[in-house]
């Protein structure tokens, strides 16, 4: 059961489409939101897998600055959701806000075809995401009663749609980039924007009632001081576990090219192709997770999201370990030990992130979704902001100990999540919710 409360939950379920034969167990209107993020994500990840080798190859920046310009657009792109989420909350309202946004983005990802638009083509990719990211995962609570069982898993579904699309964009958007020029996986990532807008207009009729927005002089629910806290415990140590987490499109993905053998049999892996693992695994290992998960439920086990998401950035630091160990080695690198850093790193991944955004969706006041997973998405631009300082460390200092360093950052993360625990806890178990209504 979600703790955002009775006043929330009646207001959920008085904005519930009607009852639809379900798709895979679940309402269409999640099929239709799953998808539409797919595409969207394929184009965020399209472009991602390529932008720093477009950077250092073909726009011939230092790796530094290249980093830094990552790091930078990544974290804007998370810091725009801020205001995004309120503009939908207020005035846009959602359905709006998701075509708004997702038109300026496929604008802004055509825009980067050309060098000379290149900063102008970031800033409008990162202003539209404004308005998409928050309001298109802020309806998966409005397709359910408050009570339904299949909201708790809503989200990890959802984040599949993420990494379906992320899997196909660097075989696509990097192939075509590295084979036949930058610019075309640049203009591969367009395409794949507007698909989702047209899948989310085909599919509005699944998706939940747009509900009256809140009037400037109307009162929306309020936090109480619990949640308050838990959601800055949280969004602190997301922050400092994004630092290391973002790496693998920067930092991780220049020594895949430069410091791992990427030769099996007679062929040359092309290195964007190894950006298409963590997707890949993240559908592998997501449904086992989900039966594991549910087994101990069954059992009477019981982990708060705090201590499942420690879990998740210790396991990551330890993918970090891995990969420290495999730079000190003389030479270059196995593509083996690339290959067996995912699979530990996204086993991580699966704990934290879908944790946390489901996390700030619950405890969302009613009227304020949007914004809410907004607040996830600053965590994400402070996480990213940090991302791109660490990778300009990089050329720095020697690999193996770069590496050490990233790992250290997870586990710092770890201990804050761990030590968040019992804020949530007191969150979840006082009757506060009242307060808002």
Not at 113 to 125: E, K, S
Not at 242 to 267: C, H, K, M, P
Not at 346 to 359: A, D, M, S, V
């Amino acid at each position: 059961m979600g703790i955002a409360g009775s006043c929330s939950r009646h207001v959920t379920a008085a904005i519930n489409v009607p009852p639809e034969a379900p798709w895979f167990g679940q309402p269409r209107g999640l099929t239709v939101l799953f998808l539409t993020n797919m595409w969207e994500q394929f184009s965020y990840y399209g472009m991602r897998a390529i932008l720093v080798y477009y950077m250092t190859k073909g726009l011939l920046l230092g790796q530094g600055r290249a980093s830094f310009v990552y790091g930078a657009y990544t974290a804007t792109a998370y810091f725009t959701p801020i205001v995004g989420g309120v503009i939908a909350d207020r005035w846009l309202g959602k359905r709006r806000a998701v075509v708004v946004g997702g038109t300026i983005m496929a604008l802004g990802h055509f825009m980067m075809a050309f060098d000379g638009l290149f900063y102008p083509a970031l800033a409008t990719i990162a202003l539209g995401n404004g308005l998409f990211l928050p309001t298109l995962p802020s309806q998966i609570n409005d397709l359910y009663p408050g009570d339904d069982p299949r909201r708790a898993s809503a989200y990890t579904v959802y984040y599949v749609g993420i990494n379906a699309g992320g899997l196909a964009a660097p075989l696509i958007c990097g192939t075509l980039g590295e084979v036949y020029g930058w610019h075309y996986g640049f203009a591969a990532a367009g395409i794949g924007m507007v698909a989702g807008l047209l899948i989310y207009l085909a599919g509005g009729r699944y998706l939940p009632p747009e509900p009256p927005r809140r009037a400037a002089r109307e009162p929306a629910g309020r936090f109480d001081r619990a949640t308050i806290a838990v959601l800055i415990a949280v969004a602190l140590a997301v922050t400092v576990f994004r630092g290391a987490y973002e790496q693998i499109g920067n930092t991780v993905a220049l020594w895949a090219d430069s410091g791992v053998d990427r030769r099996a049999g007679g062929f040359v892996n092309p290195m964007t192709w190894f950006q298409a693992l963590d997707p890949l695994l993240v559908m592998a290992l997501t449904p086992p997770l989900l039966a594991l998960w549910r087994r101990r439920a069954a059992a009477g086990y019981r982990s708060d999201a705090a201590r499942r998401m420690a879990a998740g950035a210790a396991i990551v630091a330890a993918a970090y370990l891995l990969l420290a160990t495999a730079a000190a080695g003389a030479g270059a690198a196995d593509w083996r030990w690339l290959v067996a850093f995912f699979v530990v790193y996204t086993t991580g991944e699966l704990f934290i992130l879908p944790t946390g955004l489901g996390l700030f969706a619950r405890l969302a006041p009613r009227g304020l979704g949007a914004t809410t997973v907004a607040a996830w998405y600053l965590t994400i631009f402070a996480g990213s902001l940090a991302a791109g300082l660490v990778g300009t460390l990089w050329s720095r200092m020697g690999h193996a100990a770069y590496f050490v360093v990233l790992a250290g950052l997870a586990a710092i993360a770890a201990g804050l999540l761990h030590a968040s625990s019992p804020l949530l806890r007191r969150a979840e178990t006082g009757d506060k919710r009242s307060e808002t209504c």
